[in-house]
T-cell receptor, first 113, second 114 residues
Framework: AQKVTQAQTEISVVEKEDVTLDCVYETRDTTYYLFWYKQPPSGELVFLIRRNSFDEQNEISGRYSWNFQKSTSSFNFTITASQVVDSAVYFCALKRNTDKLIFGTGTRLQVFP | EAQVTQNPRYLITVTGKKLTVTCSQNMNHEYMSWYRQDPGLGLRQIYYSMNVEVTDKGDVPEGYKVSRKEKRNFPLILESPSPNQTSLYFC?????????????FGPGTRLTVT
């Protein structure tokens, strides 16, 4: 079965705290792709990052970083020094060797000033 | 500018009144898809299309129809909407076989069926 689990339904932090959003996936494919999307209150889906199954190198982009570990089937997302503008729903998604995206149920992040 | 457009962005309608949500992309993408987003359920695929005249059911196709007569357009049709179809709908497109990228998403259509 192909599945993406985001166990954290909602997370609340105070500005400047670091926060990690968890994503665990299931797939039997050896080739697959993982994504994170951000959905701000305005509702649109904003692409953040993609990672293929052959590249376990972690990535950092400004205050964002991603930790991909095939051994634990996880692709966690960390925001360092969170800001109010980071408040959004974040979705993790899996793309197998087809065009279909399988989404997790999302994690709502609230950053308070 | 590369984009996926959806219309309308907001729609309030009554049970049983047929409606169509349009989706258009200007990137010459083969693959197009419709998702619905509901609280606690994430995004679920309704229908998808691999190319012109090729459509197939996703995970939650009941109550919906689609067509793909042109490559750029992929309308979503609700023949007889019901309140349980109240949701946020997203259209998406991508190059078929392009595994590297996710999909380009439209801005969403918020539908309320009373």
């Amino acid at each position: 079965a192909q599945k993406v689990t985001q166990a954290q339904t909602e997370i609340s932090v105070v500005e400047k705290e670091d926060v990690t959003l968890d994503c665990v996936y299931e797939t039997r494919d050896t080739t697959y792709y993982l994504f994170w999307y951000k959905q701000p209150p305005s509702g649109e889906l904003v692409f953040l990052i993609r990672r293929n199954s052959f590249d376990e190198q972690n990535e950092i982009s400004g205050r964002y970083s991603w930790n991909f570990q095939k051994s634990t089937s996880s692709f966690n997302f960390t925001i360092t020094a969170s800001q109010v503008v980071d408040s959004a729903v974040y979705f993790c998604a899996l793309k197998r060797n087809t065009d279909k995206l399988i989404f997790g149920t999302g994690t709502r992040l609230q950053v308070f000033p | 500018e590369a984009q996926v457009t959806q219309n309308p962005r907001y729609l309030i309608t009554v049970t049983g009144k047929k409606l169509t949500v349009t989706c258009s992309q200007n990137m010459n993408h083969e693959y197009m898809s419709w998702y619905r987003q509901d609280p606690g359920l994430g995004l679920r695929q309704i229908y998808y299309s691999m190319n012109v005249e090729v459509t197939d059911k996703g995970d939650v196709p009941e109550g919906y129809k689609v067509s793909r007569k042109e490559k750029r357009n992929f309308p979503l049709i609700l023949e007889s909407p019901s309140p349980n179809q109240t949701s946020l709908y997203f259209c998406a497109s991508s190059l078929s076989g392009d595994r590297l990228y996710g999909q380009y998403f439209g801005p969403g259509t918020r539908l309320t069926v009373t």
